[in-house]
């Protein structure tokens, strides 16, 4: 079992920045595959970005050269900066870990879930 606590979501004006943090419980973080997630009112969760099984980084189009997605192995930790945000990211951001294999950004390859934390972009 895997337990992720995400912090550092809150509310900032259009144009800022934010970094996420997301600390896992697991020692084999390494191993796995780990992503970000967001899912807005109304909407269904949407892959972000992610660090693949064979250490591949992926991003959603929207956030390219905006997000960085970053792991501190040493720390279990999983970061996600966000700079120029933008009214459209606002949504609760989940982190993932997955430990079977599948493309990772999928949402079906992810085992484990935080609990979310909430970015609001104001225009």
Do not use: H
Not at 19 to 32: D, E, N
Not at 39 to 45: I, L, T, W
Not at 111 to 116: H, L, S
């Amino acid at each position: 079992q895997v337990q992720l606590v995400e912090s550092g979501g809150g509310l900032v004006q259009a144009g800022g920045s934010l970094r996420l943090s997301c600390a896992a419980s697991t020692r084999t973080f390494s191993s796995y595959a780990t992503g970000w997630f967001r899912q807005a009112p109304g909407k269904e969760r949407e892959f972000v970005a992610a660090i693949a099984w064979n250490g591949n980084i992926l991003y959603r189009d929207s956030v390219k050269g905006r997000f960085t997605i970053s792991r501190d192995n040493a720390k279990n930790t999983l970061y996600l900066q966000m700079n120029n945000l933008k009214p459209e990211d606002t949504a609760v951001y989940y982190c993932a870990v997955g430990i079977r294999g599948g493309g990772a950004y999928l949402l079906g390859s992810y085992d484990y879930w935080g609990q979310g934390t909430q970015v609001t972009v104001s225009s």
